[in-house]
Nanobody, 115 residues
Framework: QVQLKETGGELVQPGGSLRLACEAT????????FGWYRQAPGKLREFVAW???????NYASAVKGRFTMFADKSKGTSHLQMDNLKLDDTAVYYC?????????WGQGTQVTVSS
């Protein structure tokens, strides 16, 4: 079992930056990859970024070049550095980790981009 907790979401102006954090507890040695997803009001949850245990990275086209993800498997932590935030980035951001045969999710942290 793995438990996840996200922190760092808040209100920010367009063009601003935020750094989200995700802390995993429990059986962190079983984690294979880390990911971030988001869900805007009235929309489906969507992929944001992903890092595999071997370091391979993938970003959604909407955030590529603006968001950078970091992960430390040994500590069970991941971070999402978000720069040049746009109104459309407003969403609840969820941390996700994959273990063999299962995914775990955090409860989310609200990011609001507004002037």
């Amino acid at each position: 079992q793995v438990q996840l907790k996200e922190t760092g979401g808040e209100l920010v102006q367009p063009g601003g930056s935020l750094r989200l954090a995700c802390e995993a507890t429990g059986d962190i040695s079983s984690i294979q990859n880390f990911g971030w997803y988001r869900q805007a009001p009235g929309k489906l949850r969507e992929f944001v970024a992903w890092i595999a245990a071997d370091g391979r990275e993938n970003y959604a086209s909407a955030v590529k070049g603006r968001f950078t993800m970091f992960a430390d498997k040994s500590k069970g932590t991941s971070h999402l550095q978000m720069d040049n935030l746009k109104l459309d980035d407003t969403a609840v951001y969820y941390c996700n980790v994959g273990v063999i045969g299962k995914f775990y999710w955090g409860q989310g942290t609200q990011v609001t981009v507004s002037s």
